[in-house]
């Protein structure tokens, strides 16, 4: 096995160049590289949420980069509103679960963090698991989102999904990884 010094292109300690700078991405340029970056610096989280009654929540909206409908699992930004500028992932996933879906939750916990496309951009997702669901609102995302929530029961979340995409709507592949998270955070948290 080759040693990970090794595998380290020789451009990529190269000097950052800015080639664009957006509201919510800047585009930038290492190298031979380029790669999208959240001006936030907080990332993302994704929301793996259950309801009492063993549902899966997933959430459906229209996403102008791809032009098409999608399934998610709850998400936001980090830090992404002013007010929330100094938010850690934990304080973002419950107030992007409320928002999103109505539901509010007792405990929330860290499961994981990773690259969203390491190839492309530099943005950490985190996973976080939401305990005990309680229904609070309506949900649907706040004023410039049009959010439609979905409770799928766990045992035939896999199938609906598929059979979602087969509709011809784009299912984001770490919902997969989602729920695998779901049932192995439930089984480490018996023991």
Known sequence: MPHLDAMIPPDAHAPVETLYVGKWLSLRKRGRWEFAERNNPGGA????????????????????????NTIEMPAGLVGDLHEHGDED?????????????????????YVHEGPSSSGMSTEMIT?????????????????????????????????WLFARAAEG??????????????????????S
């Open 45 to 68: 989280v994704i929301i793996l949420a259950v309801t009492p009654e063993d549902k899966v929540l997933f959430v459906e909206q229209y996403r102008v980069s791809i032009l098409k």
């Open 89 to 109: 992932a934990l304080l973002a996933a419950g107030r992007e679960l409320e928002e999103e879906t109505g539901y509010r939750c007792k405990r929330l916990q």
């Open 169 to 190: 709507y784009s299912i984001d592949p770490k919902l997969f990884a989602g729920l695998w998270f779901i049932e192995h955070t439930e089984l480490m948290s018996r």
């Open 127 to 159: 996973f976080v698991r939401a305990w005990e669901l309680e229904k609070v609102g309506p949900g649907g995302g706040d004023e410039t989102e049009n959010i439609v929530v979905h409770e799928v029961p766990r045992r035939e979340a896999g199938q």
